[in-house]
């Protein structure tokens, strides 16, 4: 059986087609017949395959769909709007073992501890939004008698969505902010994983969303998510994914000065202080950086501590991993760690591991060889699984403490006070998050106000909430999603003077 006929028998054949692009609420095929193959990063097992845009003909297609429907949809009442918004989060809710089964068998991730996770974001995300849509308006003043000024918060047009692979709905979710402000968008789903963008496009149109103001391509990077970022019909690039990647994208969006957000990759320092609650450390350092496989962009992957309590925080470490980050099955209940989303990425980070241990590291924890729970099982052994890794004696000039690997690795070294904890923490060219754990309550203010980064934890690691603005300084991009200020990354603020004085 199909993946698809799957699908269509989980959810009672309602959703059972969405192998096409996705265009103007329906399901259309590549103008040039070439497809996507998508692999199921458990097994190394081919799922299925879905129709890969013409970086000319289908981009230019869904750009003009978004085109057409922007200035109708412009103009739906914010009530409609919200209530549309509303509706999309409860079918999605309702949809949630289908989708969170899709997500998992797509990117790798295990289905309960993580994919249930990302759904629920989702259903939260599109609510947050929706409670967004009418309260969101400008500002109005009388500088003086007889005039008036005021703003207003007005959508760019076509906003053109690029998502990465390691959460595939819930980096799209965040990215409906465009639309909720009014823009029409077409989004280009990451290569590794476009099945459950999909999926979801069918919830779009039970939830009666007008055609056109939500659109996906599927494809390669390189071909047509470049096609998207230089479309002269495009207003705006909303981007996630890497650094190297991102750079490419801004300087390509200057084809039409399009402004650009920038969500990109980090290497988010963790210091724990000697008064830090080391309990407490050691299951949030564990937590910010093998959750998701080590796939976060503001995974906390370098943990310095303070000398004296470096060995104990290591050992407490290794044992709290040990017994919480087991490997094992697809579907096991309580397994947290799980494959690398491709062969490629798999080698990349065994070899990251092995230039921390030509570099001086000692290994904690993990390394290169895979368990036997996997190397042994028949299914299993084709798939691209690293173990847990601890790293130790890490200086903070090391490639592993310098650059991203995005994979389950963490960095560990020392540092000997405040001073010399804020200059390893800001000597870095990414700015994404960082972490503090300490009892002295003014030392991690100083530390939230002097650290270089776009979210600051304070005895917690990778917290995230919808109300705050998600984002990065330095090579971890610019701009910002989620919260009052990831609506203004979608809007232009027009000025209007009213004269009512004669000169
Ligand atoms: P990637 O940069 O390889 O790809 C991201 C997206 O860009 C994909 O859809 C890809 O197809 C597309 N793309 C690739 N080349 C392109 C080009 N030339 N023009 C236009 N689009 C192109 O990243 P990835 O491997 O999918 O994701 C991992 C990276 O994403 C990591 O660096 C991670 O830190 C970052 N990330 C950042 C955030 C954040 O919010 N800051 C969130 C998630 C992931």
């Known amino acids: ?141 009388s500088p003086s008698p007889g005039k008036l000024c005021y703003t207003l918060h007005q959508p760019l047009g076509v906003v053109g969505c690029i998502i990465p692979f390691n959460y595939p709905l819930s980096m799209m979710s965040w990215k409906w902010t465009a639309i909720a402000t009014g823009n029409t968008a077409v989004f280009k789903s990451a290569h590794q994983t476009p099945l459950s963008i999909l999926v979801f496009a069918q919830l779009v149109v039970e939830a009666g969303f007008p055609p056109g103001v939500f659109n996906v391509i599927s494809g390669e990077g390189g071909t047509v998510g470049d096609a998207l970022v230089r479309h002269l019909g495009v207003d705006k690039i909303a981007f996630t994914g890497s650094t190297k990647v991102g750079q490419l994208v801004q300087s390509h969006a200057a084809v039409n000065l399009k402004p650009v957000t920038l969500e990109c990759g980090g290497k988010s320092p963790l210091m724990v202080f000697e008064d830090a609650d080391l309990e407490e450390a050691v299951k949030w350092a564990a937590f910010g950086i093998f959750h998701n496989m080590g796939q976060i962009c503001s995974g906390t992957s370098r943990c310095f501590v303070q000398e004296s309590k470096y060995e104990e925080f290591l050992t407490k470490l290794a044992a709290h991993v040990t017994a919480n980050f087991p490997l094992g099955s697809l579907l096991g209940e309580d397994i947290v760690v799980f494959p690398q989303i491709t062969k490629a990425q798999q080698e990349r980070v065994m070899s990251f591991i092995d230039s921390g241990i030509k570099e001086g590291c000692r290994v904690v924890l993990g390394g290169t060889g895979l368990p036997e729970v996997i190397a042994n099982d028949a299914v299993l052994a084709n798939g691209y699984y690293v173990r847990p890794t601890i790293l130790a004696d890490v200086k903070p000039h090391y490639k592993i403490a310098q650059e991203e690997v995005f994979g389950p690795v963490l960095a560990v070294g020392t540092f000997c006070d405040y001073d010399d904890a804020l200059r390893i923490a800001n000597d870095s060219q990414y700015g994404l998050g960082a972490g503090i754990f300490s009892q002295d309550i003014k030392k991690c203010h100083e530390f939230a106000d002097e650290v270089e980064s776009g979210m600051v934890w304070i005895n917690s690691s990778n917290d995230l909430d919808f109300h705050m603005p998600f984002g990065g300084v330095k090579m971890s991009g610019h701009g910002r999603e989620l919260g009052k200020y990831g609506l203004l990354n979608f809007t232009n603020v027009k000025a209007v003077y009213v004269n009512m004085c004669k000169l």
């Open 1 to 141: 059986m199909s993946l698809f006929q799957e699908i269509a028998l989980a959810s009672g054949d309602k959703y059972s087609q969405p192998l096409g692009l996705f265009i103007d609420n329906e399901f259309v095929a590549s103008s040039n017949g070439s497809v996507l193959v998508t692999t199921n990063p458990a097994t190394g097992k081919q799922i299925t395959q879905v129709h890969a845009a013409d970086p000319g003909k289908d981009v230019d297609k869904a750009v003009k769909a978004a085109r057409k429907a922007f200035k109708p949809w412009k103009s739906v009442p914010i009530t409609e709007k919200r209530d549309l918004f509303l509706k999309l989060a409860q079918l999605v809710k309702e949809n949630t073992q289908l989708l969170a089964q899709v997500e998992s068998l797509d990117s790798g991730k295990p289905l309960h501890t993580n994919a249930y996770g990302d759904i629920d974001g989702v259903v939260q995300t599109l609510t947050y939004l929706a409670g967004w849509i009418d309260k969101t308006s400008g500002e109005a003043f």
